[in-house]
């Protein structure tokens, strides 16, 4: 992330200023965890000074709840950039077990955000949960939907979803890429039983 310095940040619209923190505070949470990242944390990486963020975000909840709507639509929309470019319903499939792959393999991996956030977060603030919950549904009914335009049973929609959830906590707890392989040959005898053979 390029340092931004108090000048720079000071110059900046609100909407931009709102960016950056929610950027930041994404790169600081994935790195060290919310509960760690105070808003002088925020204030010393982003350079916005504590006064704006406070008129920006009322409270760190708030930003937390924009990192994580942040985060699903950046995740939506590489799954289906990676399921885009697959030019079968079976690859469609396979292609989401290949995007988390990739993303596994990336410096900064330290597994799902959501999941991670409702491990810190969860019991205690619902409206994170909700959040959380929520995108892990869009995540399963995306699933689904594509094991429907492939002709596959209803089973096979939950079953894809779950390999994938599972692959993403085994990887950022053994810390390499492994998962995504074994979830992907997995799911592949899954659609093979299912008869989605192309």
Known sequence: MTKVTTD???SMSDDAARDLVIATADSLYNLRGIQSVGMDALRDASG???????????SKEVIVEEV???????????????????ATPRGQLLA????????????????????NSFGELGGTVESLAGIVRDHKADFQAYVARLVEQAGGPSWLGPQLAILAEGAQTTAAIAGTSQAADDARRAAEILMDAAGITE
């Open 8 to 10: 720079d940040a000071r």
């Open 68 to 86: 994580l709507r942040s985060r699903h639509e950046r995740w939506m929309t590489s799954v289906s950039a990676a399921v885009a470019d697959a």
């Open 96 to 115: 989401i077990f290949d995007y988390l792959g990739a993303w596994f393999g990336e410096n900064d991996f330290r597994g799902c955000g959501f999941i």
């Open 48 to 58: 916005v000074s504590l006064k704006r963020l406070y008129k920006l975000f009322p």
